[in-house]
Nanobody, 126 residues
């Protein structure tokens, strides 16, 4: 059973940066698709970004239009960890950020992932 633990959230001013980490345990995730989703108060969980397994498609990445050019997802299979580098943060990026993993999900679809972290809060002040 894969367990995911996020870290790195916090309070940052608009224009600032944060780097989130998601460490996996209980199994290797090198062949998993890894995704980041976020949920703002009163809103549904939304896709942020995902990265496929290197073995399947050379670690292809996907980004929501709202974060393209500002956020970067990366993975370190040796450390069983996925990262989310967030730059030029905006107040609308505020929310709880969740990492997710699965072997063959639809990368942009939250419901297709079976493994989730507990989330980490990101708050961007204006």
């Amino acid at each position: 059973q894969v367990r995911l633990v996020e870290s790195g959230g916090g309070l940052v001013q608009a224009g600032g940066s944060l780097r989130l980490s998601c460490a996996a345990s209980g199994g290797a995730i090198s062949n998993f698709v890894l995704g980041w989703f976020r949920q703002a108060p009163g809103k549904e969980r939304e896709f942020v970004t995902a990265i496929t397994a290197i073995i399947w498609s050379g670690a292809r990445t996907y980004y929501a239009d709202s974060v393209k050019g500002r956020f970067t997802i990366s993975r370190d299979n040796a450390k069983n960890t996925v990262y989310l580098q967030m730059n030029s943060l905006k107040p609308e990026d505020t929310g709880v950020y969740f990492c997710a993993a699965d072997q063959r999900p639809a990368p942009l679809v939250a419901g297709s992932y079976n493994y989730w972290g507990q989330g980490t809060q990101v708050t961007v002040s204006s």
